[in-house]
């Protein structure tokens, strides 16, 4: 039975023995990023540092819901992996996987356990490329950060904690602990620039290279954007002895460096953005392929270069032509710098792009048009588009032939890792046990039979439902929902009765029969949401839904028809990323705004009802830097809606803050950031009543951290969870079970009655 209620905490007889044994565990789980945290003789001071947490998955792919539905096949997957990475001798000792959120993940070629080692040292933020400096795979080399991060200067991206890169970290005992970030970097005029990764960086380190004619020499990419002028700028940085020293060796203005390579025999290198630049020399000039038969900058989104060792002298090219909206192949001719156009197909966009080739035979080319896998096939000495087939997840981050055999391909994807072994014919997937499923939103209740359900929206992996069954090791996830998964929500009152929200068209849906049936219900058309769009239910009796765009709407019919609330009257632009309605009374409403990805005006303001939306007023004045912040996250104490506590996203230095009405009817902001990471954002906060305390629990880009009745400081509530991104928190106080979602390692569950 899926109860937990079974599962209880006590006080261990010998709390000081216990507590030494439990800080040195922890040191060796996450390192030295948690501050561990002086323990006291009190039970849950303990428990606050030696939580235990039960991982949930989905560990394996989800059943479908409806095996004929081509859209749940599409969208059904584990999770997103960022690129794969083959470390040893030969390449075929051991196989790394990058993250965008959640570390590093580990396997033998057999891919038949995947494994998350202790990595203490790397920031809680991902990696995103990784390259051994020996051929035993002890010493790596690993750039932080999400390498698909489009950084949109008028986006939050901007501002987003995961996106940005933190430096280069290097490791020496096979990536168990790192140091980072390693090496002095120098600007363009010299010096060393001292606070160069700095958190905010507002940088992206996308690829790195060790140059294979000398371990010695390194290169890595980094683009930025300045926040004023919202120009892209990108640098090219050098290396001589090994990552202690970086220098600039290319700099571009309007310009994005998200590749970089060498031709198989490493005599040329190259940087790729909206075209291609190359140098003989290891870095010293430089010159544009612009003018040696690539099309004109004008014209191109991207530019992606890939090599084969079957053709050590030669530089593949494909160009994502806006102009021609093709995917177009480019060859250099045999001792000439010229390139030719061999071969199109359709275009893909820029951020699901991907290009590799056969490293025993050149004329295998894959690379993803629209949304599938296809090659370019030499044949006769002509050149022609073949589709491969299906079977792995629809969104393709990165392809890679296997440097160790013919034919084999990898297909790095937002549902997980898949492998061809016939080049590109049929596929496996290689993703069972990866743990790596990026949640947006979750909800849970518990049914009268005593047991938990839970349901989550998974980006580019639907929705999912975790239905109850016995005991914790046979989780039976199923997905009922395609698409990106955002916000779901269950009836408090009926569990039977459940909301489901889409990404990309701002569609509702509805479960009237514990999520086996779905139809699509009423949405706001024709005006622009959060892309996640906050989704709620009222405590009180009528079972009022919410939503948020520019306005506030609400539904008395389970989203059938929506009404607006005219927040937006009172706030002007800007777009709503945050609802709560108070437990204790329904009436009384508070909507957080943030700023629109389309607008340079910002709008991080706080607005509250007290007779059920018909009157708002704006209660921003006093929180610090909510004039230039985002609001992500609203708690109403359960038993005062007068007590609000709100998070910031992009707050940097003040990530919480809470007030209460005083005695003139105005609000009292108090800044309780104090014990939470600085460079941490706030995604979700969650009040528990638990026992004769109220406790307060917040989902950060470093994990969970809880503060009990306001009187101390924040403290790290992760204990044998990893510090991953947190994005959604629900306390189910009929188990007394705290439920998070992360985005990068499935859910997760803890008892903290």
Same mark, same amino acid.
């Given at each position: 039975?899926?109860?937990?209620?079974?599962?209880?905490?006590?006080?261990?007889?010998?709390?000081?023995?216990?507590?030494?044994?439990?800080?040195?565990?922890?040191?060796?789980?996450?390192?030295?990023?948690?501050?561990?945290?002086?323990?006291?003789?009190?039970?849950?001071?303990?428990?606050?540092?030696?939580?235990?947490?039960?991982?949930?998955?989905?560990?394996?792919?989800?059943?479908?819901?409806?095996?004929?539905?081509?859209?749940?096949?599409?969208?059904?997957?584990?999770?997103?992996?960022?690129?794969?990475?083959?470390?040893?001798?030969?390449?075929?000792?051991?196989?790394?996987?990058?993250?965008?959120?959640?570390?590093?993940?580990?396997?033998?070629?057999?891919?038949?356990?995947?494994?998350?080692?202790?990595?203490?040292?790397?920031?809680?933020?991902?990696?995103?490329?990784?390259?051994?400096?020996?051929?035993?795979?002890?010493?790596?080399?690993?750039?932080?950060?999400?390498?698909?991060?489009?950084?949109?200067?008028?986006?939050?991206?901007?501002?987003?904690?995961?996106?940005?890169?933190?430096?280069?970290?290097?490791?020496?005992?096979?990536?168990?602990?790192?140091?980072?970030?390693?090496?002095?970097?120098?600007?363009?005029?010299?010096?060393?620039?001292?606070?160069?990764?700095?958190?905010?960086?507002?940088?992206?380190?996308?690829?790195?290279?060790?140059?294979?004619?000398?371990?010695?020499?390194?290169?890595?990419?980094?683009?930025?954007?300045?926040?004023?002028?919202?120009?892209?700028?990108?640098?090219?940085?050098?290396?001589?002895?090994?990552?202690?020293?970086?220098?600039?060796?290319?700099?571009?203005?309007?310009?994005?460096?998200?590749?970089?390579?060498?031709?198989?025999? +490493? #005599?040329?290198?190259?940087?790729?953005?909206?075209?291609?630049?190359? &140098?003989? =020399?290891? @870095?010293?000039? !430089?010159?544009? *392929?612009?003018?040696?038969?690539?099309?004109?900058?004008?014209?191109?989104?991207?530019?992606?270069?890939?090599?084969?060792?079957?053709?050590?002298?030669?530089?593949?090219?494909?160009?994502?032509?806006?102009?021609?909206?093709?995917?177009?192949?480019?060859?250099?001719?045999?001792?000439?710098?010229?390139?030719?156009?061999?071969?199109?197909?359709?275009?893909?966009?820029?951020?699901?792009?991907?290009?590799?080739?056969?490293?025993?035979?050149?004329?295998?080319?894959?690379?993803?048009?629209?949304?599938?896998?296809?090659?370019?096939?030499?044949?006769?000495?002509?050149?022609?588009?073949?589709?491969?087939?299906?079977?792995?997840?629809?969104?393709?981050?990165?392809?890679?032939?296997?440097?160790?055999?013919? +034919? #084999?391909?990898?297909?790095?994807?937002?549902?997980?890792?898949?492998? &061809?072994? =016939?080049? @590109?014919?049929? !596929?496996?997937? *290689?993703?069972?046990?990866?743990?790596?499923?990026?949640?947006?939103?979750?909800?849970?209740?518990?049914?009268?039979?005593?047991q938990l359900k839970l349901i989550a929206g998974l980006q580019d992996c639907?929705?999912?439902?975790?239905?109850?069954?016995?005991?914790?090791?046979?989780?039976?996830?199923?997905?009922?929902?395609?698409?990106?998964?955002?916000?779901?929500?269950?009836?408090?009152?009926?569990?039977?009765?459940?909301?489901?929200?889409?990404?990309?068209?701002?569609?509702?849906?509805?479960?009237?029969?514990?999520?086996?049936?779905?139809?699509?219900?009423?949405?706001?058309?024709?005006?622009?949401a959060e892309y996640l769009r906050p989704f709620v239910q009222s405590s009180?009796?009528?079972?009022?839904?919410?939503? +948020?765009?520019?306005?506030?709407?609400?539904?008395?019919?389970?989203?059938?028809?929506?009404?607006?609330?005219?927040?937006?009257?009172?706030?002007?632009?800007?777009?709503?990323?945050?609802?709560?309605?108070?437990?204790?009374?329904?009436?009384?409403?508070?909507?957080?705004?943030?700023?629109?990805?389309?607008?340079?005006?910002?709008?991080?303001?706080?607005?509250?009802?007290?007779?059920?939306?018909?009157?708002?007023?704006?209660?921003?004045?006093?929180?610090?830097?909510?004039?230039?912040?985002?609001?992500?996250?609203?708690?109403?104490?359960?038993?005062?809606?007068?007590?609000?506590?709100?998070?910031?996203?992009?707050?940097?230095?003040?990530?919480?803050?809470?007030?209460?009405?005083?005695?003139?009817?105005?609000?009292?902001?108090?800044?309780?950031?104090?014990?939470?990471?600085?460079?941490?954002?706030?995604?979700?906060?969650?009040?528990?009543?638990?026992?004769?305390?109220?406790?307060?629990?917040?989902?950060?880009?470093?994990?969970?951290?809880?503060?009990?009745?306001?009187?101390?400081?924040?403290?790290?509530?992760?204990?044998?969870?990893?510090?991953?991104?947190?994005?959604?928190?629900?306390?189910?106080?009929?188990?007394?079970?705290?439920?998070?979602?992360?985005?990068?390692?499935?859910?997760?569950?803890?008892?903290?009655?």
């Amino acid at each position: 039975m899926f109860t937990l209620s079974d599962r209880t905490h006590s006080c261990f007889p010998n709390i000081k023995s216990k507590c030494s044994i439990h800080e040195s565990i922890m040191r060796n789980i996450l390192g030295n990023k948690i501050i561990l945290i002086l323990l006291s003789l009190h039970c849950f001071s303990f428990l606050a540092i030696a939580q235990h947490w039960q991982s949930l998955g989905p560990l394996t792919l989800p059943q479908l819901n409806d095996s004929t539905d081509r859209s749940l096949q599409q969208a059904n997957g584990i999770g997103r992996i960022g690129a794969i990475r083959f470390i040893g001798k030969n390449n075929k000792s051991r196989v790394l996987l990058c993250t965008p959120y959640n570390y590093i993940r580990e396997s033998d070629r057999s891919f038949s356990q995947w494994r998350m080692p202790v990595q203490s040292g790397l920031p809680a933020i991902g990696i995103a490329d990784l390259v051994a400096m020996d051929k035993k795979g002890r010493k790596l080399i690993a750039v932080t950060g999400d390498a698909d991060c489009g950084l949109d200067p008028n986006g939050p991206a901007m501002n987003s904690e995961s996106c940005q890169s933190r430096g280069v970290f290097s490791s020496v005992d096979g990536g168990k602990t790192w140091k980072g970030p390693i090496g002095r970097w120098y600007k363009n005029d010299g010096n060393v620039d001292t606070s160069f990764w700095n958190y905010p960086t507002l940088k992206v380190a996308r690829r790195l290279l060790v140059d294979p004619c000398l371990k010695s020499r390194m290169f890595v990419v980094v683009f930025t954007c300045d926040p004023k002028t919202h120009q892209f700028v990108s640098t090219a940085y050098r290396s001589l002895n090994r990552g202690k020293d970086w220098y600039p060796v290319l700099h571009i203005p309007d310009e994005i460096f998200k590749e970089i390579g060498t031709t198989a025999d +490493g #005599r040329t290198l190259y940087v790729a953005g909206k075209t291609v630049y190359q &140098s003989h =020399d290891h @870095g010293n000039n !430089w010159e544009s *392929l612009t003018q040696k038969g690539l099309p004109p900058v004008g014209d191109v989104n991207r530019c992606l270069v890939a090599s084969s060792k079957a053709a050590p002298n030669k530089l593949f090219v494909l160009v994502l032509n806006n102009k021609t909206k093709q995917n177009e192949l480019y060859i250099n001719e045999a001792k000439c710098d010229s390139l030719r156009k061999v071969c199109s197909a359709t275009a893909s966009p820029e951020w699901r792009s991907a290009f590799t080739i056969d490293q025993f035979n050149p004329s295998l080319i894959y690379f993803t048009a629209g949304n599938r896998i296809n090659r370019f096939e030499q044949k006769d000495k002509s050149w022609r588009t073949v589709p491969v087939g299906t079977g792995y997840h629809d969104d393709v981050h990165e392809l890679l032939a296997d440097p160790s055999y013919c +034919g #084999r391909l990898y297909a790095s994807t937002d549902g997980g890792l898949f492998m &061809s072994s =016939d080049s @590109g014919r049929s !596929w496996i997937n *290689l993703s069972d046990g990866l743990n790596t499923s990026e949640c947006w939103g979750i909800d849970a209740c518990t049914e009268n039979s005593g047991q938990l359900k839970l349901i989550a929206g998974l980006q580019d992996c639907g929705t999912v439902l975790l239905k109850p069954v016995d005991g914790l090791n046979q989780l039976n996830w199923k997905i009922v929902r395609g698409g990106d998964g955002m916000q779901p929500t269950i009836d408090a009152d009926n569990c039977r009765i459940m909301y489901a929200t889409d990404g990309n068209n701002n569609l509702n849906h509805l479960s009237m029969d514990g999520g086996d049936h779905w139809k699509t219900s009423n949405s706001i058309r024709n005006e622009k949401a959060e892309y996640l769009r906050p989704f709620v239910q009222s405590s009180g009796d009528s079972g009022r839904i919410y939503t +948020g765009y520019t306005d506030l709407y609400y539904s008395d019919d389970k989203g059938y028809h929506w009404l607006p609330m005219h927040v937006k009257d009172a706030a002007g632009n800007g777009l709503i990323g945050s609802i709560a309605i108070s437990p204790s009374d329904p009436n009384v409403i508070y909507v957080g705004y943030t700023q629109p990805s389309w607008s340079d005006e910002v709008k991080g303001k706080l607005f509250r009802s007290i007779d059920g939306g018909v009157h708002w007023r704006d209660i921003s004045a006093g929180l610090r830097g909510a004039a230039w912040t985002s609001i992500s996250a609203i708690a109403v104490n359960p038993e005062n809606p007068n007590l609000v506590v709100v998070g910031f996203r992009g707050g940097w230095s003040v990530k919480a803050m809470s007030a209460t009405i005083d005695q003139t009817g105005n609000f009292k902001w108090e800044d309780i950031s104090a014990g939470l990471p600085a460079d941490a954002d706030v995604n979700c906060l969650e009040f528990a009543p638990v026992n004769d305390r109220l406790e307060l629990y917040a989902g950060t880009h470093q994990g969970v951290f809880r503060m009990e009745h306001f009187k101390e400081n924040w403290q790290s509530f992760n204990g044998d969870m990893p510090p991953v991104l947190i994005v959604g928190l629900k306390y189910e106080s009929h188990s007394g079970t705290l439920v998070a979602g992360s985005h990068g390692a499935g859910l997760w569950m803890t008892h903290i009655r």
